[in-house]
């Protein structure tokens, strides 16, 4: 049986800080799992420590921390991605995989026999076992020499995933994503404001599934995979 | 294979069609009923706990699991044919309501003049000028013979909206341009956004008609003739690829269901994959199925009524080996024939304002008819048929739409500055968009894969479907409408002009195909006579859009609802009375 991985961070990267609204308000963040030297330990459902390190990075280099707002590292999205490729999704279990696998026009769209665990797998030894201690600069050259693969556009579009979906599934942690577009998350009703505040800002405080229904939501990755 | 106790009628399918084919039988005759449902049951007290984009929005949890079935696709007969592997241009449902369940809820009634297509476009322009490859027929059944089953399936859903032509008589603030109407829509229209009221305000400048897009979500609360009181919409953006949380959008959970369940005589059997239908001389004995065990069963009835989507209903004629395969090299045969795709598309705007367009309802949104059908148009540029454009809020949702940018604003879709660009423009983007008729052609149709095949070995169905210069023609015409309103709307329109691209199995388009069971009134170019009723074996009956010989600019529910109850008062006041051919 695979050792348990854990990836740890400062606990002062994800949550526990003081993040500001789309409207500039202040918004505390709890930060769960902080252990006693502040480091937020996190248990790893596919990568090992180091895999996770390279996929972090890249996100990073995607969706950046800098002076527009917080990023993928704040985010946890390497969590996020971590999760959905030890669930149903990573091994393929809702995609048609039956042969005969052959080359087609780009109209059919993806159609090689890589599942998302795989070509993460090979995407990783492509960007190489220390691409997180590349300095930025380095690691946007080899990002962009990969741009056209497959890795690369489900990392891509796993990053914003990661960003602005229900915390519920790891990433978004502390609605950082939420925050930062001025999401108000899955609210009961707009009844009396959907014909209102015409080209005004109106940005309801965001909450998650969680907060709004009282109950914990049943993400799809924690099925079987 | 273990033998079932007979039933009287076998519905394969527990969706729209088929549960609305079983209210009308259980509540107006004494059969006793029973709906297989390959799927799972539903709980609707789970669709609350259902608002995650992720899941339900980009992993399509509602979907049939593409894993167990597809089909395949090819531009033309020159090209092999390969897998949908992934969703995809339509997204089939499964579970009880089906796609019924997830769908956005707009509900049109479809123009007289699609009903006889293939007259109106002869008297029109002469047979001459029509292309050579146009496949587009009669249905056999007039817009007149409809009226009153598309009321009675408004009345059920209680339809929002508001009408532009009533008896005839026209009428401001509705769409105009509609098929004459005996009674106002059930429930006044939706409330409706920053964005759509800034379209609706520029048409209107322009000289066009804006009517509210009519609404199966509830514009207030609503008690139908069957005594079943459902509430009205919340706005809360989680509509399409989602079932409701309130119920406000109608589904055949929140309005057949509590129906049928009062009935003794129905029943609804889940996870009960049916694969053959079983003939012999002429008549159906029953269907074969498979349960989520795996056992297979043969239920014996005395009527079977096919009522699944598109896919399904051509899938298991092919399999069950009824009717003749239609042959686009000699034009004979007839099932499969006349595929379709509505032809959709959006064109984006965008504003230095924001929208706040996170909140929405499935059909919220104002649109325009003023060149539906032919209205307006020559034909002399070759665009023979067009179809709305509308501006839809259906609730922005926060993966789906970061990162719609115009043109130039950033060089990479990654990284620092194509960050700053997302947030800049975030929220500030909507899309005009055009709904087309799809005109049939010969050389589009669906038969059987001869080498990929679904989880118990069964072939897949084969699509063969390319755009012609016609669907081209009608993008261009709307976009060419788009650049006209937009400005108006104070928003730029994307300059990027609509690209003559195949047809492609990756990007949602609508889950509206259609054809390959197409109706007519004469079996050598249709599978089923007007009342549905299958040509060649006539205690089978084949419901849904399977039927129609090309499709319309509007969605294609409310159409499928009225051809239900039009053939299910077909088979209660006719067919039960003297069994035999209707037609």
């Known amino acids: 049986m695979k050792r348990r991985e854990f990836l740890t961070i400062p606990a002062g990267a994800l949550g526990g800080t003081l993040l500001y609204t789309l409207a500039r308000e202040p918004f505390r963040v709890e930060a769960q799992n902080v252990t006693q030297d502040g480091n937020l330990k996190v248990p ?120 602005f979906s229900d915390p519920m599934h790891g990433g978004n942690a502390g609605l950082i994503g939420w925050q930062l577009i001025g999401y108000p998350g899955p609210r009961m009703s707009y009844r009396d404001d959907v014909d209102q505040h015409f080209g005004a800002e109106w940005r309801p405080k965001p909450a998650s599934l969680e907060q709004i229904m009282r109950r914990p939501g049943k993400p799809w990755e924690d099925e079987k995979a | 294979m273990t033998n079932l106790k007979p039933v009287d009628v076998a519905i394969v399918g527990g969706g729209w069609t088929g549960l609305a084919f079983a209210k009308e039988l259980v509540t107006r005759t004494s059969l006793n009923v029973l709906a297989l449902e390959r799927g799972a049951p539903r709980d609707l007290a789970s669709y609350a706990m259902d608002m995650d984009e992720l899941d339900y929005n980009i992993r399509l949890r509602m979907m049939q699991n593409i894993a167990e079935e597809t089909v395949t696709h090819r531009h033309s007969p020159r090209d092999p044919a390969v897998p949908v592997r992934q969703y995809g241009s339509f997204h089939p449902g499964t579970g009880v309501g089906g796609a019924g369940e997830h769908w956005t809820g707009m509900c049109f009634r479809f123009l007289p003049s699609v009903f006889n297509l293939r007259t109106h476009l002869t008297e029109k322009h002469g047979a001459a000028r029509l292309p050579a490859d146009l496949a587009v027929r009669d249905w056999g059944v007039t817009y007149d013979q409809l009226e009153p089953h598309y009321w009675y399936a408004e009345q059920m859903m209680g339809v929002s909206g508001k009408a532009g032509n009533l008896r005839g008589k026209l009428i401001d603030g509705g769409n105009i341009f509609e098929s004459p109407r005996m009674h106002e829509y059930p429930t006044p229209p939706l409330k409706h956004s920053y964005a759509s009221h800034l379209f609706e305000e520029a048409t209107r400048k322009l000289g066009y008609h804006p009517y509210p897009t009519p609404a199966a979500n509830l514009s207030q609360n609503y008690t139908n003739p069957d005594g079943v009181t ?217 038969d059987l894969d001869p080498t990929y095949t679904d989880k118990f070995g069964d072939p897949l169905l084969r699509f063969t479907l390319d755009w012609t ?100 008062d077909a088979m209660i006041n006719k067919y039960l009375k003297n069994p035999g051919k209707l037609a």
């Open chain 2, 469 to 568: 210069e016609h669907e081209h023609k009608q993008r261009d015409f709307a976009y060419n409408l788009a650049t006209k309103i937009a400005p108006v709307m104070g928003a730029k329109i994307d300059p990027t002009r609509p690209s003559k691209a195949k047809y492609n199995v990756i990007n949602y388009q609508s889950t509206h195909i259609q054809g390959g069971v197409t109706m007519g009134p004469s079996p050598d170019v249709s599978v089923v006579n007007p009342y549905l009723q299958h040509w060649d074996v006539s205690n089978l009956w084949v419901i849904g859009a399977s039927s129609f010989p090309q499709t319309a600019s509007g969605n294609p529910t409310l159409t499928v609802l009225a051809a239900t109850y039009w053939a299910a």
């Open chain 2, 230 to 446: 459902r509430a009205a919409c919340a706005y809360c953006g989680y509509c399409s690829r989602f079932g409701c949380m309130v119920g406000a959008k109608s589904q055949p959970t929140n309005t057949l269901l509590p129906v049928l369940r009062k009935h003794k005589s129905f029943q609804l059997r889940t996870g009960s994959w049916v694969r053959r239908i079983v003939h012999e001389n002429g008549r159906a004995t029953g269907v074969q199925f498979t349960d989520a065990a795996g056992e297979e069963f043969f239920q014996p009835a005395e009527t079977v009524i096919l009522a699944s989507f598109t896919l399904n209903n051509n899938r298991l004629l092919y399999l069950s080996k009824i009717g003749t395969p239609y042959d686009p090299a000699t034009g004979k045969g007839s099932l499969g024939r006349n595929l379709t795709h509505q032809v959709e598309g959006g064109i984006r705007i965008f504003f230095d304002k924001p929208l706040n367009a996170f909140m929405g309802a499935g059909s919220l949104g104002r649109r325009i008819s003023d060149f539906d059908g032919d209205n307006g148009l020559t034909g002399d540029d070759g665009l023979l048929r067009y179809g709305m454009l509308s501006l839809n809020g259906n609730g922005d949702l926060p993966i789906g739409a970061f990162g719609a940018l115009p043109p130039g604003a950033s060089k990479s879709n990654w990284g620092a500055e194509w960050k700053a660009a997302s947030l800049q423009w975030r929220d500030r983007v909507a899309q005009l968009n055009m709904y087309g008729e799809h005109m049939a052609y010969r050389q589009n149709y669906i």
């Open chain 1, 44 to 163: 790893l459902r596919f990568f090992t420590a180091a895999e996770a390190r390279v996929i972090a990075s890249a996100c990073e280099r995607i969706f950046p921390s800098d002076s527009t707002g917080p990023g993928a590292k704040e985010a946890g999205v390497v969590i996020y991605i971590d999760r959905q490729l030890a669930g149903p999704y990573g091994a393929d279990k809702y995609r048609y995989t039956k042969g005969p696998w052959v080359e087609s026009f780009p109209e059919h769209g993806y159609q090689a026999k890589e599942n998302p665990r795989e070509t993460y797998h090979q995407g990783i030894a492509q960007l190489g076992q220390n691409f997180d201690e590349l300095p930025a600069d380095q690691q946007i050259q080899k990002l962009q020499s990969m741009e056209k693969t497959h890795f690369f556009q489900l990392l891509r579009a796993h990053t914003i995933e990661g960003m």
